[in-house]
């Protein structure tokens, strides 16, 4: 691999109460991968998980977001519907097909500036400002 395609740095996310997570970010292999201190996904050892990654899966951006530990398979996010060439018409809600990692029974979508399960189990996985 040509190593001028490799990256590796640490941030520190700061929220407004001064709360803060120092974060490993590498890029690699075409591939994007972080890792907040403290957090981590099952497969991992621990101090060595990196619960968020961005890769050009299919030619389609997709994020994956291991948010539960105790679970080996990560949600998976197609940010197709967030090209800037895909604004949807004002007071529409955008669906992102997804099933849905809790009951698979579900898509996620955007309700309210949340990202919700529209299946049986109705799982909130928070805002999509954080993704």
């Given at each position: 691999?040509?190593?001028?395609?490799?990256?590796?740095v640490t941030v520190t996310l700061t929220d407004n109460n001064g709360k803060s997570i120092p974060c490993v970010i590498e890029a690699s292999n075409g591939r994007i991968w972080i890792a907040p201190q403290?957090?981590?996904e099952q497969s991992a050892k621990?101090?060595?998980?990196?619960?968020?990654?961005v890769e050009l899966y299919d030619g389609k951006l997709s994020v994956m977001l291991w948010t539960d530990l105790n679970e080996g398979n990560p949600l998976i996010v197609d940010m197709e519907n967030a090209k800037e060439s895909c604004v949807a018409p004002q007071g529409?809600?955008?669906v992102i097909e997804d099933e849905?990692?809790?009951?698979h029974n579900g898509t996620i979508g955007l309700e309210n500036g949340r990202l919700v399960c529209r299946g049986e189990c109705g799982n909130d996985f928070g805002s999509h400002k954080h993704l």
């Open positions: 691999m040509d190593k001028s395609n490799e990256l590796k403290g957090y981590g621990k101090g060595c998980g990196f619960p968020i990654g529409t809600s955008p849905c990692p809790n009951c």
